[in-house]
C-alpha cells in the first residue's frame, strides 16, 4: 500500500530548469523511509534494550523514547539556516551521515550514559524532516511541492507501520539493542543514494539568485517576527497563512494526535481483555494505513481550502479520540481508530499545503528548520502531558486530553477558514 503523491506529470508539471523531476523526488522518499524506518523501528524495543544496559526494571525508557525528539527539535533551525547558506544536498547528506554515527554507537553502547549519549546525537545530528523537506521545497513550488511533501508524511507513516514489525520479526536472531548496528547501514545507503541527486535550485531561478539569497533570509527572518516580509512576491497568495498561524496548528495538530500513542496498547487491553499482541498492532497501525490509502486523493480535494481541510481534520480528530474513550468491542475499537485516521489524513495534507504555500519568498531551510522544533515541540509535550495524566488518572485520560486540544483547535482552524474566504471574496 503506497502513497501516489505524485501522479504522472504533465508537460505544464514538468520540471522547470533548475527544479527536480519525479524520478529524483521518489529517490528522495525512499531515502526519507529508509531514515525513518530505522529511526522508528527501535525505539519501541526500549524496555527490552535497557535490561542489558544496567537498568533492570527499564524505567529510564520513557525518558530516552523523547531523548532524540528533543535534541532534533533542538537542532532543526541551526540545520536549517546552515543549509540555506552552504547549500541543502550538503545538510541533507550531513543528516543521514549523522543518522549513521549515531545507530553505530547505540548499538556499541556498553553502558546507560554511552547509551544515552548515542541517542542524544541521534536527534542533534540526525533532523531528516527539516533537511528533507528544505531540499524539495529549493526546488519545487506550489502543487508540486505540497504533493511531495506529502510523499514524505506517506514515507514516514509507512515506515512508523513497518519498521516495528520487521525489528520484532529479527528479534529471535538479532538483539535489539545490536540491531542498532544493522540499522545504521540505511542511512548509508540512502547517503550514497542522495550523493546521485542534483543540487536543488528555485524553478526558474538564475544567476542572481545567490544574490537575493540574503534579501530572502531578511524577509523571512521579518515573518518569524511577526513582520510583513517587505521582499515578499508580488503574486504572493492573498489568503497565505502567517507563520505564527502555521506553527500554532503544526504544533496543536501534533500534539492532539501523539498524546494517544504511548498508552493506546494499554488502553486497547483494558478494554479488549484477551486481545493479541498482533491486534493491538494492527490497530495502533490503522491511522496510518489510512493516510497511505487516501493521501493523494485527499491533496487533490483539499489543495485549493487547506484551511478548510485542517479545520474538518481536528474535527475528525477529536471524534476518533473521543470514540476511544468509550469503545469496548473491537469493531468500535476499529471505527473509532479510523475515524482519528481520517483526521490525521486531512490534517496532514493540508498542513502539507499550508507549509508549501509558506515557502513562497522564504529561505526553505530556515521555515523547515523552524517547522520541525514546533513539531517535536508538539511532541515532547503530548509525551509529557500523556505521562502526567495517565498516572494520575488512567489510560482513558490521554484521549480525553487530546479531545479537549483537538476540539478547541478545530475551532480556532474554523474560523481561520471563514476569515481566509472572506479575504478571498473582498479581493
Excluded at 352 to 359: D, F, K, P, Y
Aim: charged share 10%; with cysteine.
Amino acid at each position: 500500500m503506497t502513497v501516489d503523491a505524485l501522479p504522472r506529470q504533465s508537460e505544464r508539471d514538468a520540471a522547470p530548469p533548475g527544479g527536480i523531476g519525479r524520478r529524483q523526488v521518489h529517490a528522495v522518499a525512499a531515502c526519507y523511509f529508509v531514515a525513518s524506518f530505522a529511526a522508528l523501528g527501535l525505539p519501541p524495543y526500549l524496555t527490552a534494550i535497557l535490561p542489558g544496559l544496567g537498568d533492570p526494571q527499564g524505567r529510564w525508557a520513557g525518558v530516552l523514547y523523547i531523548v532524540p525528539t528533543v535534541f532534533s527539535a533542538l537542532g532543526a533551525p541551526l540545520w536549517g539556516r546552515l543549509a540555506d547558506r552552504y547549500g541543502r544536498k550538503r545538510l541533507l547528506l550531513r543528516a543521514q551521515l549523522g543518522l549513521a554515527v549515531s545507530f553505530l554507537l547505540a548499538g556499541a553502547a556498553d553502558s546507560l550514559p554511552a547509551f544515552t549519549l548515542a541517542l542524544v546525537l541521534q536527534g542533534f545530528l540526525g533532523g531528516t524532516f527539516a533537511a528533507t523537506n528544505g531540499y524539495l521545497a529549493a526546488a519545487l513550488d506550489g502543487a508540486r511541492l505540497s504533493r511531495a511533501l506529502t510523499l514524505m508524511q506517506g514515507s514516514a507513516r509507512a515506515a512508523l507501520v513497518a519498521a516495528p514489525i520487521l525489528v520484532g520479526a529479527l528479534s529471535p536472531w538479532i538483539d535489539p539493542h545490536r540491531q542498532y548496528l544493522l540499522m545504521a547501514v540505511l542511512p548509508l545507503a540512502a547517503a550514497v543514494l542522495l550523493s546521485l541527486l542534483p543540487e536543488p535550485g528555485r524553478p526558474g531561478a538564475g544567476t542572481t539568485a545567490e544574490a537575493g539569497a540574503t534579501a530572502v533570509a531578511e524577509a523571512a527572518a521579518g515573518a518569524l517576527a511577526g513582520a510583513t516580509p517587505t521582499g515578499a512576491p508580488a503574486d504572493e497568495p492573498i489568503g497565505r497563512t502567517p507563520l505564527r498561524v502555521l506553527y500554532g496548528l503544526e504544533f496543536a495538530f501534533v500534539f492532539a494526535t501523539i498524546i494517544s500513542f504511548p498508552y493506546l496498547i494499554a488502553l486497547a487491553e483494558e478494554r479488549l481483555p484477551g486481545v493479541s499482541g498482533t491486534t493491538t498492532g494492527v490497530l495502533f497501525a490503522l491511522p496510518h494505513l489510512c493516510y497511505l490509502a487516501f493521501a493523494a486523493r485527499t491533496h487533490t480535494a483539499f489543495l485549493q481550502r487547506p484551511h478548510t481541510g485542517i479545520a474538518l481534520g481536528f474535527g475528525f480528530v477529536a471524534l476518533g479520540l473521543a470514540g476511544h474513550s468509550v469503545a469496548d468491542s473491537l469493531p468500535a475499537f476499529a471505527a473509532v481508530r479510523l475515524l482519528l485516521g481520517a483526521g490525521l489524513t486531512l490534517g496532514l495534507v493540508c498542513l502539507s499545503v499550508l507549509a508549501a504555500e509558506a515557502c513562497r519568498g522564504r529561505a526553505p531551510g530556515r521555515l523547515f528548520g523552524s517547522l520541525e522544533f514546533v513539531s517535536k515541540g508538539g511532541a515532547v509535550a503530548a509525551g509529557a502531558v500523556a505521562a502526567l495524566v495517565n498516572g494520575r488518572f488512567g489510560a482513558t485520560s490521554p484521549v480525553l486530553v487530546g479531545t479537549a486540544a483537538a476540539l478547541l483547535a478545530a475551532v480556532a482552524a474554523a474560523a481561520l477558514s471563514s476569515h481566509s474566504r472572506q479575504r478571498w471574496s473582498r479581493s
